[in-house]
T-cell receptor
Framework: LAKTTQPISMDSYEGQEVNITCSHN???????ITWYQQFPSQGPRFIIQ???TKVTNEVASLFIPADRKSSTLSLPRVSLSDTAVYYC?????????????FGAGTRLFVKA | GAGVSQTPSNKVTEKGKYVELRCDPI?????LYWYRQSLGQGPEFLIY????????DSGLPNDRFFAVRPEGSVSTLKIQRTERGDSAVYLC??????????????FGPGTRLTVL
């Protein structure tokens, strides 16, 4: 399983765009990149997933360069409620499930 | 719709006791995962099931930990001879896990286990 590296914490202010970068130098050909968000006292929640280039949904965008050795989660115009821990995972979704490894994640603090 | 539920939400026990933690996955989800999360850490993979069978139990820390899913739905995580170091939040997740699915896991709220 590819190991991921993310910043331990980040600070931002309301209304700003936040970019969290994840390194995954050993990503395998079949691996996808998935991001989860976790609020205190809750389980993680899926945000976005991508394989290459750019993916956008109503919550975030995910940028993946051609070599796929890193990815950047972009949160547009954050609010106080975006304060959470964000996890980057790499793995190959397969029929039947797959072992999932979470790192320590990035703690995002959004200030007023 | 109903999400993943876990019971109890909190469990306090004494060192050496036996505990059972229950997970009710989303109906129709064939894959079920157990994780353990300590304060300030990411979820630590313990085991996952595909149907009734444990597809990967490599994360179980030792033989005091055991999990079952006899009918392919509800799962129980069992911990024998609990130790203070077992104190953590135990998270359960389920996923649809069919061909073409992105593997999104839906998590329950967790069970906070405290071993005194």
């Amino acid at each position: 399983l590819a190991k991921t590296t993310q910043p331990i914490s980040m600070d931002s202010y309301e209304g700003q765009e936040v970019n969290i970068t994840c390194s995954h130098n050993n990503i395998a050909t079949n691996d996808y990149i998935t991001w989860y968000q976790q609020f205190p006292s809750q389980g993680p929640r899926f945000i976005i997933q991508g394989y290459k280039t750019k993916v956008t949904n109503e919550v975030a965008s995910l940028f993946i360069p051609a070599d796929r050795k890193s990815s950047t989660l972009s949160l547009p115009r954050v609010s106080l409620s975006d304060t959470a821990v964000y996890y980057c995972l790499v793995g190959a979704p397969m029929t039947g499930g797959f072992k999932t490894i979470f790192g320590a994640g990035t703690r995002l603090f959004v200030k007023a | 719709g109903a999400g993943v539920s876990q019971t109890p939400s909190n469990k306090v026990t004494e060192k050496g006791k036996y505990v059972e933690l229950r997970c009710d996955p989303i109906s129709g989800h064939t894959a079920l995962y157990w994780y353990r999360q300590s304060l300030g850490q990411g979820p630590e993979f313990l085991i996952y099931f595909q149907g009734t069978g444990a597809a990967d139990d490599s994360g179980l820390p030792n033989d005091r930990f055991f999990a079952v899913r006899p009918e392919g739905s509800v799962s129980t995580l069992k911990i024998q001879r609990t130790e203070r170091g077992d104190s953590a939040v135990y998270l359960c997740a389920s996923s649809l896990s069919k061909r073409g699915d992105r593997g999104e896991q839906f998590f329950g709220p967790g069970t906070r286990l405290t071993v005194l």
